[in-house]
């Protein structure tokens, strides 16, 4: 009998080649976008799963404000490396402690020099304690992981980074040069160790890992703070509710005794909402928490839920096109029951047919995947394989489980209407009382439609506030500018600024792609105000091309600029006065108080994403009170070719430091980079949009055709009656109308709460534009009269006699 069922199926399948092709197309293209987020979801799930011993290993984070966006307190990855010793010495259950660097998305590496080779910059070089690898497990190919570590000056290599530097990974024994900055003379690391690369992505990536030394003690200026990444290995078991308990109390004790030793009032500084914290955060859970940015989950949930809505619209197309060759398969089913079949036989039969087509369609899905995967990759900046893949097996069962639902999905309905045909009715010709369901099928279609609907009008949405963001008035001009990855050096900059095309060179910790906030509190008229500082040289604010609105920006023939001038933007000045050019404020420092002049005031400048309001900011050149440096180095350009003059400044740069290769990013760049992942997820929901228009149309198309069938005997009664083929076409598109300008009407409440919540995300942005939901509602008109005519006009133009000859 399965055999039977087989043959008929697959002989039904080549009958209709027409629907099915399109069944299975669309039901691929469904599953195909389904699949490629599993892959997503599946890789990004896998972080930190390579070796079991991992579950015990905990990362220690420090509530704190420093170098936050917001200057606001906020649970960071970058402790105070104290909290290494404090956890060590005060939790009994820690087996080993260890201090790893930050990986900090400005560092574009570290310099490697081998003998008399040029040297080649590495990216994810860190520097560790001596106890990195008693944390961190890694499997060593050559040397082992008690002595890897054992002195300074070590340095441990990744198989692969040993092969690209050596061409061989048995480098035991040999020695390296690392240049961490560009006038740095350098040291020599000996190779005691070659890791093999996990399986699975890691939390603590890195391509080599090095004990300089550095990292073993903590500074003895009680004020002085070293920033990194504290991580501990626990026993097994460990109560994370209690650690995390014990972790707070000594911390608070920690800090109170830190606050006494140096003379500060630890109840002053811990108020206004200000807390001390410490935790343990599982490994496992790091890398879908991380500080200071969006996780995964939360940037993934639009995505996934457009996928499985592309999925629902397959599904809901597959459902539709199955019954609207419904009344082609009556009369099968007719002799069928008069036969002996029963209802579970046809049932079977016919979910038979829909497997085929499911398995199909899995099959063409996992080819599309391969085709489109490396596209996918690109867009969204990650390297994933479907075959080389560490979950592979898990992948092939989630598949599985995925044919199994969406066969049932698209194919017990369909098999449902076809085996409750009466027989005698459709053995007479009458489909009527046979073919029932045509609520739910109009339903299907409005629901296809509505997502539809939603998606045009959130790329209408999207598109505006793209452009809007991209043209925006950033305050400073990002042509002719760009920003060198290096500290600031008097010498350097004046060789630079004798450079024929160079007009400025200075630095600025608060640039477009690399900013750093320092807070302040300042008093002003008896009042505080919380204020963000800048620290910046004489030239900064005329390389950056700032909009001066009151007074003037500093100059280099105002000698008062370099001792207690400062310079405030727009947003400050409305904390602190209407007019402020001219006042003064103080600022308390340890021991004394210190008074500054504001010489002007200008306009806000972005230097983070527009999801971020630009923070009330005082710019200064004096290091009165304290200043701060960053790798910024601010190179403006007159109007001439900046390609000749960067490769001027790259000579000059080879020059000075022949270790270590000059790295820079141009404005207009760092730009691009901040609007990057917005104009990603933008395509992803254009390619989504076209793809659930072009199914829904499809499945509009099947409706057409199997109500058009439906009403063949009512179209020819009017049509002898005297109908224009016009009017028949009406007639058949006006139901049709009505299930799209209802469709309409539910999404737009949809789409409107959807995309004002993405608006919402952005500190600076449109309103809610209205032409979107008309664009959207009149192409889903027009398209969908189009669709219909075409099966109407077939109607209209057939011959009435063949359907009334035997009435």
Same mark, same amino acid.
């Given at each position: =009998?399965?055999?039977?069922? /087989?043959?008929?199926?697959?002989?039904?399948?080549?009958?209709?080649?027409?629907?099915?092709?399109?069944?299975?197309?669309?039901?691929?293209?469904?599953?195909?976008?389904?699949?490629?987020?599993?892959?997503?979801?599946?890789?990004?799930?896998?972080?930190?799963?390579?070796?079991? *011993?991992?579950?015990?290993?905990?990362?220690?984070?420090?509530?704190?404000?420093?170098?936050?966006?917001?200057?606001?307190?906020?649970?960071? *990855?970058?402790?105070?490396?104290? =909290?290494?010793?404090?956890?060590?010495?005060?939790?009994?259950?820690?087996?080993?402690?260890?201090?790893?660097?930050?990986?900090?998305?400005?560092?574009?590496?570290?310099?490697?020099?081998?003998?008399?080779?040029?040297?080649?910059?590495?990216?994810?070089?860190?520097?560790?304690?001596?106890?990195?690898?008693?944390?961190?497990?890694?499997?060593?190919?050559?040397?082992?992981?008690?002595?890897?570590?054992?002195?300074?000056?070590? %340095?441990?290599?990744?198989?692969?980074?040993?092969?690209?530097?050596?061409?061989?990974?048995?480098?035991?024994?040999?020695?390296?040069?690392?240049?961490?900055?560009?006038?740095?003379? !350098?040291?020599?690391?000996?190779?005691?160790?070659?890791?093999?690369?996990?399986?699975?992505?890691?939390?603590?990536?890195?391509?080599?890992?090095?004990?300089?030394?550095?990292?073993?003690?903590?500074?003895?200026?009680?004020?002085?703070?070293?920033?990194?990444?504290?991580?501990?290995? =626990?026993?097994?078991?460990? *109560?994370?509710?209690?650690?995390?308990?014990?972790?707070?109390?000594?911390?608070?004790?920690?800090?109170?005794?830190?606050?006494?030793?140096?003379?500060?009032?630890?109840?002053?500084?811990?108020?206004?909402?200000?807390?001390?914290?410490?935790?343990?955060?599982?490994?496992?859970?790091?890398?879908? $928490?991380?500080?200071?940015?969006?996780?995964?989950?939360?940037?993934?949930?639009?995505?996934?839920?457009?996928?499985?809505?592309?999925?629902?619209?397959?599904?809901?197309?597959?459902?539709?096109?199955?019954?609207?060759?419904?009344?082609?398969?009556?009369?099968?089913?007719?002799?069928?029951?008069?036969?002996?079949?029963?209802?579970?036989?046809?049932?079977?039969?016919?979910?038979?047919?829909?497997?085929?087509?499911?398995?199909?369609?899995?099959?063409?899905?996992?080819?599309?995947?391969?085709?489109? /995967?490396?596209?996918? $990759?690109?867009?969204?900046?990650?390297? /994933?394989?479907?075959?080389?893949?560490?979950?592979?097996?898990?992948?092939?069962?989630?598949?599985?489980?995925?044919?199994?639902?969406?066969?049932?999905?698209?194919?017990?309905?369909?098999?449902?209407?076809?085996?409750?045909? $009466?027989?005698?009715?459709?053995?007479?010709?009458?489909?009527?009382?046979?073919?029932?369901?045509?609520?739910?099928?109009?339903?299907?279609?409005?629901?296809?439609?509505?997502?539809?609907?939603?998606?045009?009008?959130?790329?209408?949405? =999207?598109?505006?506030?793209?452009?809007?963001?991209?043209?925006?008035?950033?305050?400073?001009?990002?042509?002719?500018?760009?920003?060198?990855?290096?500290?600031?050096?008097?010498?350097?900059?004046?060789?630079?600024?004798?450079?024929?095309?160079?007009?400025?060179?200075?630095?600025?910790?608060?640039?477009? !792609?690399?900013?750093?906030?320092?807070?302040?509190?300042?008093?002003?008229?008896?009042?505080?105000?919380?204020?963000?500082?800048?620290?910046?040289?004489?030239?900064?604010?005329?390389?950056?091309?700032?909009?001066?609105?009151?007074?003037?920006?500093?100059?280099?023939?105002?000698?008062?600029?370099?001792?207690?001038?400062?310079?405030?933007?727009?947003?400050?000045?409305?904390?602190? *006065?209407?007019?402020?050019?001219?006042?003064?404020?103080?600022?308390?420092?340890?021991?004394?108080?210190?008074?500054?002049?504001?010489?002007?005031?200008?306009?806000?400048?972005?230097?983070?994403?527009?999801?971020?309001?630009?923070?009330?900011?005082?710019?200064?050149?004096?290091?009165?009170?304290?200043?701060?440096?960053?790798?910024?180095?601010?190179?403006?350009?007159?109007?001439?070719?900046?390609?000749?003059?960067?490769?001027?400044?790259?000579?000059?740069?080879?020059?000075?430091?022949?270790?270590?290769?000059?790295?820079?990013?141009?404005?207009?760049?760092?730009? $691009?980079? %901040?609007?990057?992942?917005?104009?990603?997820?933008?395509?992803?929901?254009?390619?989504?949009?076209?793809?659930?228009?072009?199914?829904?149309?499809?499945?509009?198309?099947?409706?057409?055709?199997?109500?058009?069938?439906?009403?063949?005997?009512?179209?020819?009664?009017?049509?002898?009656?005297?109908?224009?083929?016009?009017?028949?076409?009406?007639?058949?598109?006006?139901?049709?109308?009505?299930?799209?300008?209802?469709?309409?009407?539910?999404?737009?409440?949809?789409?409107?709460?959807?995309?004002?919540?993405?608006?919402?995300?952005?500190?600076?942005?449109?309103?809610?534009?209205?032409?979107?939901?008309?664009?959207?509602?009149?192409?889903?008109?027009?398209?969908?009269?189009?669709?219909?005519?075409?099966?109407?006009?077939?109607?209209?133009?057939?011959?009435?006699?063949?359907?009334?000859?035997?009435?």
């Amino acid at each position: =009998m399965f055999k039977l069922n /087989l043959k008929i199926s697959w002989r039904n399948l080549f009958k209709n080649k027409v629907y099915t092709a399109i069944n299975i197309g669309g039901l691929a293209i469904g599953l195909t976008a389904f699949v490629l987020m599993m892959l997503y979801i599946n890789h990004e799930e896998s972080y930190d799963t390579w070796t079991p *011993d991992l579950k015990n290993v905990y990362q220690i984070r420090e509530k704190h404000d420093f170098s936050t966006p917001d200057n606001k307190e906020h649970w960071q *990855d970058a402790t105070d490396s104290r =909290m290494a010793a404090l956890v060590r010495e005060n939790i009994p259950q820690a087996i080993s402690v260890t201090r790893v660097d930050q990986e900090w998305e400005w560092n574009t590496g570290y310099s490697v020099k081998i003998d008399h080779a040029d040297p080649i910059m590495i990216e994810k070089i860190k520097d560790a304690d001596s106890s990195f690898f008693r944390v961190f497990k890694y499997q060593f190919l050559q040397g082992d992981a008690l002595t890897a570590f054992s002195a300074p000056k070590s %340095i441990v290599l990744k198989e692969s980074v040993a092969k690209r530097l050596f061409g061989t990974d048995k480098v035991l024994g040999r020695t390296l040069k690392i240049v961490l900055w560009r006038s740095d003379p !350098g040291q020599d690391l000996t190779i005691t160790g070659v890791v093999k690369e996990p399986e699975t992505p890691q939390t603590v990536g890195f391509n080599a890992i090095m004990r300089t030394g550095n990292k073993d003690k903590d500074p003895d200026n009680v004020t002085a703070k070293h920033f990194c990444q504290v991580y501990a290995r =626990m026993n097994a078991g460990v *109560d994370s509710i209690a650690l995390n308990k014990t972790l707070q109390n000594i911390y608070v004790n920690a800090k109170k005794a830190a606050f006494a030793k140096e003379k500060r009032n630890y109840n002053d500084y811990y108020k206004d909402g200000r807390t001390p914290g410490l935790m343990a955060i599982q490994l496992a859970d790091v890398h879908a $928490n991380p500080s200071l940015k969006m996780s995964w989950k939360d940037k993934l949930k639009p995505v996934v839920g457009i996928s499985v809505f592309l999925l629902l619209v397959s599904v809901i197309n597959f459902v539709n096109l199955a019954t609207a060759q419904s009344v082609q398969r009556a009369k099968e089913v007719g002799v069928k029951k008069v036969l002996g079949a029963n209802k579970r036989q046809l049932l079977l039969q016919f979910l038979l047919e829909s497997a085929l087509q499911s398995i199909t369609s899995l099959f063409l899905c996992v080819v599309l995947v391969e085709v489109v /995967l490396p596209s996918f $990759n690109q867009n969204f900046n990650i390297t /994933l394989s479907f075959w080389h893949n560490a979950r592979l097996w898990m992948m092939i069962s989630q598949l599985i489980v995925l044919f199994i639902v969406v066969t049932l999905l698209a194919g017990f309905y369909p098999s449902w209407v076809l085996s409750n045909y $009466n027989p005698v009715s459709v053995l007479k010709g009458s489909y009527g009382s046979g073919l029932k369901g045509t609520a739910l099928r109009n339903m299907l279609v409005v629901f296809q439609f509505v997502i539809s609907v939603t998606f045009i009008i959130a790329i209408g949405v =999207m598109y505006q506030q793209t452009t809007y963001v991209s043209n925006k008035d950033l305050g400073f001009e990002k042509g002719n500018l760009i920003n060198i990855k290096s500290n600031y050096e008097e010498k350097f900059a004046e060789r630079l600024r004798k450079v024929p095309g160079v007009k400025y060179v200075a630095t600025t910790t608060q640039v477009l !792609g690399n900013a750093f906030n320092i807070p302040e509190e300042i008093t002003y008229k008896d009042s505080k105000v919380a204020l963000n500082t800048v620290t910046v040289t004489i030239d900064a604010l005329p390389a950056l091309g700032v909009k001066v609105l009151e007074g003037r920006i500093f100059a280099k023939e105002y000698k008062q600029d370099t001792i207690n001038s400062v310079v405030i933007n727009e947003s400050a000045a409305k904390l602190i *006065d209407k007019h402020p050019v001219g006042k003064m404020y103080d600022v308390k420092g340890e021991n004394e108080k210190y008074t500054f002049q504001i010489v002007g005031v200008i306009k806000d400048y972005h230097n983070e994403g527009f999801d971020k309001t630009v923070l009330p900011t005082i710019y200064k050149v004096t290091h009165l009170g304290g200043m701060s440096s960053t790798n910024n180095l601010l190179v403006r350009f007159d109007n001439v070719n900046s390609g000749e003059v960067i490769k001027k400044i790259e000579a000059e740069w080879k020059a000075l430091y022949p270790d270590y290769p000059m790295s820079y990013v141009t404005m207009k760049d760092s730009l $691009n980079k %901040i609007l990057e992942e917005n104009n990603r997820f933008m395509n992803v929901i254009i390619l989504f949009s076209l793809i659930s228009v072009s199914l829904s149309l499809l499945g509009l198309f099947a409706l057409s055709t199997f109500v058009a069938k439906r009403r063949t005997k009512e179209v020819a009664v009017r049509k002898v009656l005297g109908a224009s083929n016009i009017e028949i076409i009406n007639l058949l598109n006006k139901s049709f109308l009505i299930l799209v300008v209802v469709a309409n009407l539910i999404s737009w409440p949809i789409a409107y709460v959807l995309v004002k919540k993405w608006l919402d995300g952005f500190a600076y942005r449109i309103n809610m534009p209205i032409f979107p939901f008309f664009l959207a509602t009149a192409v889903s008109i027009i398209i969908a009269i189009l669709t219909v005519s075409i099966q109407a006009r077939k109607a209209a133009i057939a011959n009435p006699v063949k359907a009334l000859k035997y009435d």
